[in-house]
């Protein structure tokens, strides 16, 4: 699955990982490894990251080709 929360986090006013993962109730290693792809986040967390960065989740994540 990629991901655009790194990008979304410099959108927003170039949020810190640990200030993404505060406001999602998670550690920041958490968001280091959704960033690195390492990790897939649960449905509850990617609306929680969508809501965080005001925009939906299909713009945050997005199905590889191959997935």
């Known amino acids: 699955m990629e ?10 006013n170039e949020m810190t990982q640990q200030e993404v993962a505060d406001k999602a109730g998670v550690a920041r290693q958490t968001i280091i490894a959704i960033e690195k792809g390492a990790f897939n986040p649960s449905v ?3 609306l929680k990251l ?8 299909e713009e945050v994540f997005a199905l590889d080709e191959n997935d």
């Not at 990008?7 to 927003?12: H, P, Q, S, T």
């Not at 969508?50 to 989740?57: D, L, Q, S, W």
Request: charged share 25%; aromatic share 20%; glycine share 4%.
């Open 44 to 46: 509850k967390l990617a």
């Open 3 to 12: 991901n655009k929360v790194r990008y979304y986090r410099f959108m927003n």
């Open 50 to 57: 969508a809501r965080i960065f005001g925009v939906t989740v």
